[in-house]
C-alpha cells in the first residue's frame, strides 16, 4: 500500500510536531503494511509555504534518520496546497510542489465554500497538463449537503482523494456517509490518510481500505492500485460517475439489503 496524503514531515505545519513524532508516525505506518508514503505538508498563499529545497532536504534528512533506526518506509515528495488565484503563476515559475513531482496536483479548498474562481483555475490547470486531486471532498460544506456536487468535477475528470479516517467516521457519521456515497457513486479515485499525528488522526489507511472493501472490493482495490499511479506519474484506473439523486440510491438500498 501506498499513502498519498499525510503531514508526517516534523514541524511544517499542523501535523508531526518534532522529529521523535515522525519516527513514532513511520513505525505505526510499517506496521500497518505502508511501503509508501507522500509527505504533503499544508501550502498556502500565506500562512504555511516553503521553499521546495526545503522540502527536499526535510525528507532526506527525514529518510535518513529512517534508515538508521531500520524503518522501511520510502517518502515521497508532495504538498497539500490550499486554492488561491495565483496558484497557476506560482506553479508555473515552480514554486509548488506536486505530488512526486508529477503533473498530480493535491488540491484543498474551504470547508464552508468553494471560491467563485474554482472553475476557470481548474480549467486553466487542465490545459497546462496538470491532473487536479481535489483532498477530502466528504468534508466539504457543499458536498455533504450535496454530495452531487462532486459529480461534476469526477464528470470533468477532476479527481478526488477520500481521507481513511472519514470512513471511520473521526469527522462525524455525516462526512462518513457522504464518503461512502462518493465511493460507490465513482466519485472518487484516491485514498489517503491524511493523518497529522499518532492517536485519533493517527495512520489509519488499512483500516479505510478495509471499511472500502466491506462496501466493493474491486473499487477499493482500485483505488489503492490508483494511490501507486499517482506516485509513478501514470494515467488512473477510473470508473464512470454516477449521479446520486439522494435517498433512494446506491447506498442507500445497499443499508436496506443489509438490514433485511
Known amino acids: 500500500m501506498y499513502d498519498i496524503h499525510s503531514h508526517i514531515l516534523p514541524a511544517m505545519d499542523d501535523g508531526a510536531r518534532d522529529l521523535a513524532e515522525s519516527i513514532r508516525i513511520a513505525e505505526e505506518t510499517v506496521k500497518k503494511g505502508i511501503k509508501g508514503i507522500v509527505a504533503t505538508p499544508h501550502f498556502m498563499e500565506e500562512g504555511y509555504r516553503f521553499a521546495l529545497p526545503e522540502l527536499e532536504e526535510k525528507i532526506r534528512q527525514f529518510q535518513e534518520v529512517l534508515k538508521k533506526r531500520e524503518i522501511d518506509l520510502e517518502i515521497y515528495p508532495g504538498a ?5 488565484p495565483g496558484l497557476i503563476r506560482d506553479l508555473e515559475e515552480g514554486l509548488v510542489p506536486t505530488i512526486n513531482k508529477s503533473s498530480y ?12 474562481y474554482t472553475g476557470d483555475l481548474l480549467y486553466n490547470l487542465q490545459v497546462l497538463g496538470y491532473k487536479v486531486i481535489i483532498a477530502h471532498p466528504e468534508r466539504y460544506r457543499e458536498v455533504v449537503e450535496a454530495p452531487d456536487f462532486l459529480y461534476r468535477f469526477a464528470r470533468g475528470s477532476i479527481y478526488a482523494q477520500v481521507n481513511s479516517s472519514s470512513l471511520l467516521g473521526v ?20 485514498i489517503g490518510s491524511d493523518l497529522h499525528s499518532t492517536g485519533r488522526r493517527g495512520q489509519t489507511l488499512r483500516e479505510g481500505v478495509e471499511r472500502l472493501k466491506e462496501l466493493d ?10 494511490n501507486r499511479r499517482v506516485i509513478e506519474d ?23 439489503r443489509f438490514l433485511s
Do not use: S, W
Not at 173 to 188: D, P, Q, S
Not at 217 to 226: C, D, S, T
Open 80 to 84: 497539500e496546497v490550499f486554492i488561491y
Open 105 to 116: 496536483l493535491l488540491l484543498e479548498f474551504p470547508m464552508y465554500g468553494f471560491p467563485p
Open 171 to 190: 469527522f462525524g457519521e455525516r462526512v462518513k456517509r457522504t464518503a461512502e456515497i462518493l465511493f460507490l457513486h465513482n466519485m472518487v479515485q484516491l
Open 217 to 226: 472490493r474491486e473499487k477499493a482495490e482500485l483505488l489503492l492500485r490508483n
Open 234 to 256: 501514470k494515467e488512473l484506473e477510473c470508473l464512470e460517475p454516477l449521479p446520486y439523486r439522494g435517498k433512494g440510491g446506491l447506498l442507500d438500498k445497499l443499508r436496506k
